[in-house]
């Protein structure tokens, strides 16, 4: 056995010893000890046993996440809003004319009634002119730039601190246990794609979301994508399983939402043949975070209350199952 | 030091000695030696030295592959047409009408001229009847069992086995280099995916093609994703950039193509800031494949012969550039 050949002896040795540690340690310690944290870890166990009956083999261990109210808060307005009326402040100066015209009138007046009066053909508007008619690159430094700086009106933090501390603890349990994790969001996927790499360890690649059309063209030489203002795909309710299926192609073994946008996606999941894992991120602490469920405008569940339970799903309360919300 | 620390600090000095092997080994076997060769080796040695002027993150080594004519054969007509000519004549025994009607009569009678005169109309129509109207698993297993069994009609091979050998090697070579690869193909994705794992490595995930729309539907309290037939996007020309940005999210820093088809793919990969790649495989072995170029139906390859090169592409001979076409 040459020297290298031994080295490699021993290196392949070690990965064997190494390996069980990811599965051994307590990879959600900001889990209380209870249903819900046992039913993740019995299930990752099982379909990473080899020669189990549940084993799924690497490839096909594909996790999908909902980002507003499932990774990060989506109180008191998705993110993506606040970033959308900041936006239409930032333009007003080279737009007198919104001063006079609906839906700029009210968002400049703060008006939020006003604004949601103007209803969807107000909010396509507003999505037009903050989020079309710039290039790729440029709309990129334009969601960076704002997602650095921009602060969360209740808690004053950036709204990448509020992202949720035992989800980036299942994140890296899954990824550590072969699984390959996508973001599945009813979000705008380039408004996502500049940050998710650093605060959550998602690649863009593996993130799938909402889409306005754009179009290739060369600018002075100068090869551009331009974004347009049409919608192309709506990533939520029933739009979420065809996301997966356009984007991932492959059937997720585990889903994980908040609101009934995501109750397609949980359903398309766990009906799959073999084991799956179903479950519900539920908002019922108004203390640490915000509470809310039926009634809410942004991140309703009702459907998913009431019939999740039926399909298996783990509904998780913030209050009682999360030691932690946010990271320190 | 404990035992298990011991174990893993030797397990990292191996994994540091063993790891420039991918480098210093022939990858390329099948490759000649000469420019296009040499050209592959050296872009990836200087986007993977650590400290170099040309280093490019892991993360951002995303290689994006055409399909048909770059990794396959597409001659005499791309191979997804035949799977689709095959259907059309395994399921005429449920339409008698399609005796009469075109575009089918033609396909019947073995009419290529018939079937090229009824135009995109008929093309379309073809694609309806073949490619939508069911569910994704039944589509997924119809591509599957035709692929298995299909044989082209000059070598009597299986498609699959009409893989380019050298292409194949230069997948393992980026990989082996942690770059992420992804077919970017004007095909069917839905066509693709159910093979492109077994055959070239790359799993559905990191496949992009066309598409046709489809909806999810609970049928009998079951869930399912059907097939429409109604085109959804294209991914060939000006589109493989947007189904880039669409689907990957990342500029790729190195494209592999061999039709006009990929032009804009090469040219929005190769005109990016830092190091970049450009390949174009030109089919001129008419001898052990097929030779053609500016005059083509399928794979026409005319102004990237005349302005690849001005773009610093690497126009490879398939006669002199490659040992071999097909694995052996």
Same mark, same amino acid.
């Given at each position: ?85 900041? =936006? #239409?402040?930032?333009?007003? %100066? *080279? ?11 009210? +968002?400049?007046? &703060? ?86 790499? =650093? #605060?959550?360890?998602?690649? %863009? *690649? ?11 063209? +060369?600018?002075? &030489? ?107």
């Amino acid at each position: 056995m040459s020297g290298l050949h031994r080295l490699a002896a021993i290196a392949a040795a070690a990965m064997l010893v190494l390996a069980p540690l990811s599965v051994r340690a307590d990879d959600l310690p900001s889990w209380n000890d209870g249903a819900a944290k046992q039913g993740i870890v019995d299930f990752v166990s099982a379909v990473t046993t080899a020669g189990g009956t549940d084993y799924v083999a690497p490839d096909e261990r594909v996790a999908v996440f909902d980002n507003d109210g499932t990774l990060w808060s989506e109180q008191p307005m998705y993110v993506q809003l606040a970033f959308a009326l900041d =936006r #239409v402040k930032a333009l007003a %100066p *080279e737009h007198p004319e919104w001063k006079d015209t609906e839906p700029f009138k009210s +968002v400049l007046a &703060g008006d939020a009634a006003g604004v949601a009066a103007t209803g969807e053909k107000g909010l396509v508007e507003i999505l037009a002119v903050t989020h079309a008619g710039m290039t790729s690159d440029e709309f990129t430094k334009i969601a960076t730039d704002w997602i650095s700086t921009a602060k969360h009106p209740k808690t004053g933090k950036l709204y990448t601190e509020m992202v949720y501390q035992p989800m980036l603890e299942l994140i890296s349990y899954l990824k550590a246990n072969d699984f390959k994790v996508f973001i599945v969001s009813g979000g705008g996927i380039e408004f996502m794609r500049p940050w998710t790499e =650093r #605060v959550y360890g998602i690649g %863009p *690649e593996n993130v799938v979301g909402s889409s306005i059309k754009s179009k290739y063209e +060369v600018q002075d &030489g100068k090869p551009a994508i331009v974004r347009l203002p049409d919608v192309d795909f709506v990533d939520d309710g029933a739009g979420k399983p065809i996301g997966i299926y356009t984007h991932i192609g492959r059937r997720p073994i585990a889903a994980f939402g908040n609101s009934d946008g995501d109750f397609q996606m949980l359903e398309w999941t766990t009906s799959r043949t073999g084991r799956s894992f179903g479950l519900i991120v539920h908002h019922d602490d108004g203390d640490r975070e915000y509470a809310y469920d039926r009634q809410s405008h942004f991140g309703r569940l009702d459907k998913g209350l009431d019939e999740g339970p039926k399909h298996g799903w783990t509904i998780v309360s913030m209050k009682n199952d999360w030691k932690q919300i946010y990271p320190e």
